[in-house]
């Protein structure tokens, strides 16, 4: 289908694509920057053992 479309329509839609990828990584970076500003203190006792499963629910 790509392959069809003239190359000034094809040139269009990466446009667009792009503005939403950056729109995107823009608001996801924010959230992400805001991510443990507001964390409960605590503490995890094996934490540098259960790094994966804590973080990611990874299990060893």
């Known amino acids: 289908m790509i ?3 003239p190359e000034d ?3 269009k839609v990466f446009e667009i ?3 939403l ?3 995107d990584s823009n608001e996801t970076w924010s959230v992400w920057e805001e991510l443990g500003k507001d964390a409960a203190e605590g503490k995890w006792n094996d934490a540098s053992e259960r790094h994966d499963f804590y973080l990611y629910g ?3």
Do not use: H
């Open 9 to 11: 329509e094809l040139k």
């Open 21 to 23: 990828i950056e729109k």
């Open 17 to 19: 694509l792009e503005r």
């Open 3 to 5: 392959d069809a479309m």
């Open 58 to 60: 990874i299990k060893k």
